[in-house]
């Protein structure tokens, strides 16, 4: 039986750009300037406090961490609660359940975070399972713990799997777990190479869903 896994941030909603504004503006506040490279590193990850720590550190002393997590997050939500569905999603949703694919999500974030984006753009009783990093004992990509509990939960097997991502680290983790992946790259990364990608779009919306679902599981049926 084949499956669909999805990503959440920047696969099924652009989150990745509002993380990195939010940032950015707390850093400038701050006096310094976020370096993307170094952001880059930890997408798909879960580092809470990774970017307060390391402003702590570029700037030499502690700061108030309840204050800017606060502060990020305000601008943080400001600019996610009004991002739409991505390209495509919704359609390769729709190509997949007409030929009853089952589908998951498969998240660094917290349920928290997920589920409420789930419903907020409607697509959350579209997924049979969604399993974050809470489910697997706050295990984040690039390790495959949220994957495989995913394939677990779809009852399927990772060679019949494909995963929906868009950083370096979710492919990591898609490789480790033994799943093919589709990657399409959020805008922070459309610069860079996905050698581990079985395939990469610029958008979802790029192909026909019923024409990338037959590429995706050619291998597999």
Not at 75 to 96: F, M, N, Y
Request: aromatic share 6%; hydrophobic share 40%; charged share 30%.
């Amino acid at each position: 039986m084949n499956a669909l896994i999805f990503d959440f941030d920047g696969t099924i909603v652009d989150t990745e750009s509002p993380a990195h504004a939010s940032t950015v503006s707390v850093w400038e506040a701050h006096g310094e300037e976020l370096d993307l490279d170094w952001w880059i590193a930890g997408l798909g990850t879960d580092r809470k406090y990774a970017w307060v720590g390391e402003l702590e550190s570029r700037i030499g002393r502690a700061v108030d961490r309840d204050r800017v997590l606060e502060e990020r997050r305000r601008i943080k939500d400001e600019i996610t609660d009004r991002q739409p569905i991505l390209p495509g999603v919704r359609e390769l949703i729709g190509a997949a359940s007409a030929r009853r694919i089952p589908l998951a999500v498969g998240s660094s974030s917290p349920h928290e975070w997920v589920d409420r984006h789930l419903d907020r753009v409607g697509l959350a009783h579209h997924f049979d399972h969604v399993v974050c990093r809470d489910d697997v004992g706050g295990v984040a990509k690039p390790a495959p713990d949220v994957f495989l509990r995913a394939v677990e939960l779809l009852g399927t097997s990772p060679a019949h799997t494909v995963v929906v991502e868009d950083s370096h680290n979710g492919v990591a983790a898609a490789n480790a777990a033994g799943l093919r992946s589709l990657v399409v790259p959020n805008p922070l990364v459309q610069h860079l190479d996905f050698p581990g990608a079985f395939l990469r779009l610029d958008a979802l919306d790029r192909r026909h869903p019923d024409e990338l679902l037959d590429e995706l599981f050619s291998e597999s049926d």
